[in-house]
Structure formats: structure tokens, C-alpha cells
């Protein structure tokens, strides 16, 4: 059995600005902690007998993944496009809008549509490339959206459409 793994689909390129700011954070700060792991590293390596040394050992591995996250980084922030805009037509939900549904049972359920690399399902942001974000793309407001889930149909009425913060 083979490890090939097919490269995942292209997500989209836009992210909002608070993402963006989030990301060079993300990359500024993993840059301080693989010093420290380089260190530790070093430090366990004068240790001796490297194949039986469990400090080394980990310390290999958390400096790969370290160079993994700040490779896809590197790659990935100069490629965004970042969107610090609203739309002309607000009407209309498109990248960033702030979306309220109401589900078939009276529920409420708020969403912002934002990029796949800032998506946060505990603070109801949701990537553009998902499901949701694509059926609801373009509706304007009172306009019924229905999605396919595992579970089955599901519908949703769109009640209110902003851009900007929250209530």
C-alpha cells in the first residue's frame, strides 16, 4: 500500500484583513519558537546516543512540522488577495457578509462567509469554497437557500445581510 495522497483541491485565494494581520502573526511568532527548538535540539543532541534519545527524537519532529507550517506560509501569504472592501451592492451576500438563516424549525443560525484559511466554525465563520457559503453566494435578502446534507435537504431563509462587524 502506497503513501500517495492526491493534492487537495485549490482553495481560494481571498482572505479578509483581519486574517491576513492573524497569519504574519502566526508566521512571525513560529519563527521565535523554532529558535528555541533549534536550541533544544542542539542541546539534546550533545547528549550521546541519538538513537535511543526521546528528546531528540521529538525535538526532530516538532522542528519538521515547524518548517512545514512556515513553508505553506511562505508560499501562501504573498498569493493572497486580501479584501478589505465591502461590495458595491450590499444587497447581495458575497465574501465577508455576515449572514443571519433561519432553518426550517424557527432557528437562527449566524454566519460570516470568509477564506478558507481564516475559517473559525466556534465563531460562525465559514470558508467560501464550503457548501454553505457557495448555495448562499450572490442571494439577496428574504431569498430561500436549500443544501444537501448528509442528513438530508435542508432549507434556509436568509433574514439579514451585513458587512462590517456583528451585532
Known amino acids: 500500500m502506497g503513501r500517495y495522497r492526491p493534492p487537495a483541491p485549490k482553495s481560494s485565494l ?6 491576513y ?7 512571525d511568532a ?5 529558535a528555541g527548538v533549534t536550541r533544544a ?12 534519545n526521546a528528546e531528540y527524537i521529538y525535538r526532530k519532529k516538532e522542528l519538521r512540522e515547524i518548517d512545514r507550517r512556515i513553508r505553506y506560509l511562505q508560499k501562501r501569504l504573498p498569493a493572497l488577495k486580501v479584501v478589505s472592501e465591502p461590495p458595491t451592492d450590499r444587497e447581495r451576500v458575497y465574501f465577508g457578509a455576515w449572514v443571519t438563516l433561519e432553518d426550517e424549525t424557527g432557528r437562527e443560525h449566524h454566519y ?3 477564506g478558507p484559511d481564516e475559517f473559525d ?6 470558508s467560501m469554497d464550503a457548501p454553505l457559503a457557495r448555495a ?8 430561500e437557500v436549500s443544501l444537501e446534507t448528509a442528513a438530508g435537504m435542508a432549507r434556509y431563509l436568509i433574514i439579514d445581510i ?3 462587524e456583528p451585532r
Not at 481571498?14 to 486574517?19: L, S, V
Not at 535540539?41 to 535511543?52: H, K, M, N
Open 14 to 19: 481571498y482572505i479578509t484583513r483581519e486574517g
Open 21 to 27: 494581520e492573524t497569519l504574519r502573526a502566526e508566521l
Open 30 to 34: 513560529i519563527w521565535k519558537r523554532r
Open 41 to 52: 535540539l542542539s542541546a539534546a543532541a550533545a547528549e550521546g546516543d541519538r538513537s535511543e
Open 112 to 114: 460570516r462567509i470568509v
Open 121 to 126: 466554525p466556534a465563531r460562525g465563520w465559514i
Open 136 to 143: 448562499l453566494m450572490k442571494k439577496t435578502l428574504d431569498e
Open 162 to 164: 451585513r458587512y462590517g
